[in-house]
């Protein structure tokens, strides 16, 4: 791109970004974080920013910079074995390994979790976790049957 970006185009390119990259991690894990911090706020404050603020916005100026399509073609530029890697292991980490098991633990710990006896917990969260993701699995295969 060789022209300068407007100020409209700023707006709606940050916004963008922060719509993409804040989620409700951003807005409970800092007080819980700060919680546990106790007298060591400030290095959490820090290590929290660098992490959660500062890597994803390195990543999207290499990205800027390097001027790639997409995270595949960013890795070639070291290699490609390397690329496949990185990319596979990276969609497995925020798809089946962390964040499609944390919906139905969050789902069950908030909703039903506080209405069963401890002792039928772990039961209870692998029934749950089955019956949640037939659901999804349901309504995946047919996503005009959500809105009827």
Sequence with gaps: MDRKLTAREYVFLSSMLFGLFFGAGNLIFPVHMGQQAGAAVWPAV?????????LPLLGIAAMGISRSDGMFELGCLVGKKYSYFFTCLLYLTIGPLFAIPRTATV???????????Q?????????????????????SLRPSGILT
């Design 119 to 139: 002792e039928h917990a772990k039961l209870a969260l692998c029934v749950f976790s089955a019956l949640f993701f037939l659901v999804v699995l349901y309504f």
């Design 46 to 54: 820090a290590g929290f920013c660098l992490t959660g603020v500062g």
């Design 107 to 117: 789902s069950f710990s908030v909703g039903l979790l506080p209405l069963l006896p």
